[in-house]
């Protein structure tokens, strides 16, 4: 095995962010490298900037037409390999000058060392916070080690794929494959740069950072069941969710039905509808903050999902629906009572029923509770399924 770096860069629509990569690479002092571009579906134009880079034989670049997941372009990087040792440089990071030497001077100084990492410079704060740019000699903090700060030597270890596991949690990806074949080490130099923006990938898909299911399989557009580590504590499987419905077959047609809202849970009730030939369509609240708030498209069902933007509302007046299903809970209020008024302003009068998962109290709180109380009052029906507590009753 060639003594080196293979340097894999795993994107996925960051195409302004490559070109600093890239020359931050061309401009190590450490010359032995070869760089393993993976492209993982890009929609937007990594491919015509990755064809405009400079010219070096070292840049080798994989394009794959569908997203397939960080963990399955990470494990084409390594087949794709020909060095000793594995760095990483993800599009939207960059190296200082020396930072594959300084690796490379921690994996020669023993030969013990199976993963060497650097220090990093920062800023972790949020979008509207003062910048507060920080530096750290090992691991940032509530981070595992950070793909720009590491490198190990190359093994016959993968990474885990979205089919396995999605998860914000490096270590449980890969590192911890590691720690049984020798010693991390760390340079104790800043030499790495890991840059802050929305679209980071712990943001998307780690509830700790803001992310949850539905943003990760709404940004990477995935249309089939996944299984994602929410946090350290909490494990959402769809397949083991999804598993008794989803074989769901349409019926013979006997009504319409629009859903507006987000599912909590209880994924039969719409296969339910299905099975007794109901025709489903869904207009999704665009930004669930929690784990439980589910939007289309499903894994399971034939439901269509309505687009948002101004004309949704001819689209509801074409499907002519018989009934419509508000389903949602405190933080989705707000969108399914707005959604019901631009109907109403549409002149678009169809009957609609709800479903409030939970939350009377928060409506209360949150100051939504005269909205709540309105579509309690414009609503066709109402069934109330929880007897009254503290005069409050549950529905």
Request: include cysteine; proline fraction near 6%; charged fraction near 25%.
């Amino acid at each position: 095995m060639m003594n080196g770096f293979s340097v894999i860069m795993p994107t996925y629509n960051q195409a302004y962010f490559i070109r600093r990569a890239v020359m931050s690479l061309i401009r190590q002092s450490y010359p032995h490298w070869e760089l393993i571009i993976v492209n993982d579906g890009s929609t937007d134009h990594t491919d015509r900037i990755v064809r405009n880079l400079p010219q070096d034989e070292r840049i080798k670049y994989l394009y794959y037409p569908d997203n397939r997941g960080m963990g399955y372009a990470l494990n084409k990087g390594l087949d794709a390999a020909q060095y000793g040792h594995i760095a990483y440089l993800p599009s939207d990071d960059f190296f200082y000058a020396d930072h594959l030497k300084d690796l490379k001077e921690a994996f020669d100084t023993d030969e013990r060392v199976i993963l060497a990492y650097s220090g990093g410079n920062f800023d972790d704060t949020d979008a509207y916070a003062p910048r507060d740019y920080t530096d750290s000699l090992t691991i940032m903090t509530d981070h595992s080690l950070q793909l720009v700060q590491t490198a190990h030597r190359k093994t016959a270890d993968l990474w885990t794929e979205r089919q396995e596991l999605v998860t914000s949690d490096l270590f449980v990806m890969f590192w911890h494959r590691l720690t049984g074949q020798g010693i991390f080490m760390p340079t104790l130099r800043i030499t790495a740069k890991w840059t802050n923006h929305p679209w980071q990938r712990h943001k998307i898909c780690g509830e700790d950072f803001g992310g949850n299911l539905y943003r990760y399989k709404d940004y990477y557009q995935i249309k089939e069941p996944i299984r994602i580590r929410m946090n350290r504590y909490r494990i959402l499987d769809e397949n083991e969710t999804y598993s008794p419905v989803a074989q769901s077959v349409p019926g013979k047609p006997l009504m319409k039905i629009l859903i507006i809202g987000v599912l909590n849970y209880h994924p039969e009730r719409f296969c339910a509808w299905e099975e007794a030939g109901c025709q489903l369509y869904g207009y999704w609240y665009p930004t669930p903050s929690m784990a439980h708030e589910s939007i289309g498209p499903f894994p399971f069902g034939h439901i269509e999902t309505i687009p948002h933007g101004k004309d949704w509302t001819e689209r509801v007046r074409e499907i002519r629906p018989d009934l419509i299903y508000l389903c949602f809970c405190c933080s989705s209020l707000e969108f399914v009572y707005d959604s019901i008024m631009e109907l109403r302003k549409a002149r678009i009068h169809t009957p609609f029923i709800w479903h409030l998962k939970e939350g009377p109290q928060l409506c209360m709180r949150f100051g939504t509770w005269p909205k709540l109380m309105e579509l309690y009052e414009l609503s066709a029906g109402n069934i109330i399924t929880n007897e009254q507590r503290n005069g409050m009753t549950y529905s």
